[in-house]
């Protein structure tokens, strides 16, 4: 376990996911502190080697034995499920969906059936897993269906800022429809854990308002008072450090300075947007992203996975200029919650 075996999904084979695989797979870093492969297309990644311009050799494998853990070379678990000559870069397709969804699944499989330590998936596109058939809007979502697991989180990391949700991929009136006492107190739970696998002894968890101040003691909503309190109070019977609700316009800068671990929010935008203002840097001369730090986790599964928090970028794919970073985190971050899990922390 000091070098545990990671799966790295290619994403959509349309997208930046076999170009930032390939360029974090280049670092001989990785190799130190894991043993990496990728489960995708060999055509795909054979071609994101001449995109990205790599000097590095294609290993097609059957199996994890067959990996030979190399700098120098790639290790691809070949589901041999693209087309290359109806394959276009930046493009929406079923055929791109579907294979993306295959490469999560034989991931996912291959982590319950303990052959790998984590999953690291790259990017996929909804509208294309959507057109395959998928009905899951993501990846959080495809993980807790296929690990049959009933209560997960989406947590994002990013600098010196953590963040998970009490929901993600709804409407915001179904957001504060799932604003409920059992769903956050879940959500505390597990971000708790989840700080321990990560190497924190005694997280420090603030819990954002819903509402604008977090409700001025019912003045602009009875949310906290009727549900989120009542959490927190629950959460601290049970010897969690979790401390609110805060208002959120001032949790994260209290976070960021120190004052705590993580933030518990109550809905999708609530988390990412701040996660992502630190994370992503647009560039307006170029009119594009100079960087997308930032790496996604799903907590409470009994497998670890960790992802880049960044989306297709279809503008940039096929140029070989797409940033690598949230990859190298995600591979990070991975190796750290499994380091976490063999020594009894589960995230």
Known sequence: MDRPILGITMGDPASIGAEIAAKALADAAVYQKARPFVIGDRSCMEDALRITKLPLAIHPIAKVADCRF??????????ANVDMAKLEYGKVSAMCGKASVEYIERGIDMALAKEIDAVVTGPIHKESINQAGCPHPGHTEIFGARTGTKDYA??????????VHVSTHVSLRQAIERTKK???LTV????????????????KIAVAG?????????????????????????????GIKADGPIAPDTVFGRTRGGL????VCMYHDQGHIPLKTLGFTFDKATQKW???AGVNVTLGLPIIRASVDHGTAFGKAGKGTASHESMLDAIDVAVKLAHGRAAGHMA
């Open 182 to 184: 059992p769903r956050i």
């Open 154 to 163: 989406m947590m994002l990391l990013g600098g010196d800022l953590r963040v």
């Open 70 to 79: 190399a700098v120098g070379s790639i290790d691809v678990l070949d589901l």
């Open 290 to 292: 100079t960087s997308v």
């Open 210 to 238: 819903l509402n604008p101040h977090a409700g001025e003691h019912g003045l602009f909503g009875d949310e906290e008072i009727k549900e989120i309190i009542p959490a927190i109070e629950e959460a601290k019977a049970e």
């Open 188 to 203: 505390i739970r597990l971000a708790n854990r989840a700080l321990k696998a990560l190497g924190i002894a005694e997280p």
């Open 260 to 263: 705590y671990d993580i933030v």
